[in-house]
T-cell receptor
Framework: AQSVSQHNHHVILSEAASLELGCNYS??????LFWYVQYPGQHLQLLLK??????LVKGIKGFEAEFIKSKFSFNLRKPSVQWSDTAEYFC????????????FGTGTKLQVIP | DAGVTQSPTHLIKTRGQQVTLRCSPK?????VSWYQQALGQGPQFIFQ???????QRGNFPDRFSGHQFPNYSSELNVNALLLGDSALYLC????????????FGPGTRLTVT
């Protein structure tokens, strides 16, 4: 069975600071990887996804993530955060192919201070 | 284009009771997954329905059951409610032969007293 670890539970940054949220997964086969975001009072929405190909994927709102297969990692990055990025971020993994049993990490709460 | 809708928004039940939650998938989607999100936790996969059959199941007891209808909508049933079942229940829809991208609904907040 797959599992996901998000090491940062709560991150506080000032506006314009750079962001990197860690995500590591455990699974023996090929995977699809996702980052979801949940803004205050809103429901989960997809930020970006990796299925195959270029390991550096770009998502909405200037976010990007890099899949490093050898490290089983899929870290989320943004060069310069804004107050509006305050939200909870979830990393998720699902085995490639077949039915889509998605496993989520415990989430990282990001607070951006103006 | 309506996204994923869930009903009801909030629900309060007593221990031992039974509850049914409902989900309508996004237009064009044929697969529905249910998740339980406890406070401060990530969503935990309960099960997934495709072609009216349960295709995948997480580590949840048989008290949790579901159904998918021919129009792809789905129900989650929980019997013999426990205090620990209090959580946000999320429904997500996707296209089975699509990109595996799941669209989430707003959730149903279940409180068991």
């Amino acid at each position: 069975a797959q599992s996901v670890s998000q090491h940062n539970h709560h991150v506080i940054l000032s506006e314009a600071a750079s962001l990197e949220l860690g995500c590591n997964y455990s699974y023996g086969g090929t995977v699809n990887l996702f980052w979801y975001v949940q803004y205050p009072g809103q429901h989960l929405q997809l930020l970006l996804k990796y299925f195959s190909g270029d390991p550096l994927v770009k998502g909405i709102k200037g976010f990007e993530a890099e899949f490093i297969k050898s490290k089983f990692s899929f870290n989320l990055r943004k060069p310069s955060v804004q107050w509006s990025d305050t939200a909870e971020y979830f990393c998720a993994v699902t085995p490639s192919g077949g039915y889509q049993k998605v496993t989520f990490g415990t989430g990282t709460k990001l607070q951006v201070i103006p | 284009d309506a996204g994923v809708t869930q009903s009801p928004t909030h629900l309060i039940k007593t221990r031992g009771q039974q509850v049914t939650l409902r989900c309508s998938p996004k237009s064009g989607h044929d697969t529905v997954s249910w998740y339980q999100q406890a406070l401060g936790q990530g969503p935990q996969f309960i099960f997934q329905y495709y072609e009216e059959e349960e295709r995948q199941r997480g580590n949840f007891p048989d008290r949790f059951s579901g159904h998918q209808f021919p129009n792809y909508s789905s129900e989650l049933n929980v019997n013999a409610l426990l205090l620990g079942d209090s959580a946000l229940y999320l429904c997500a829809s996707s296209a089975y032969r699509g990109s595996y991208e799941q669209y989430f609904g707003p959730g149903t907040r279940l409180t068991v007293t």
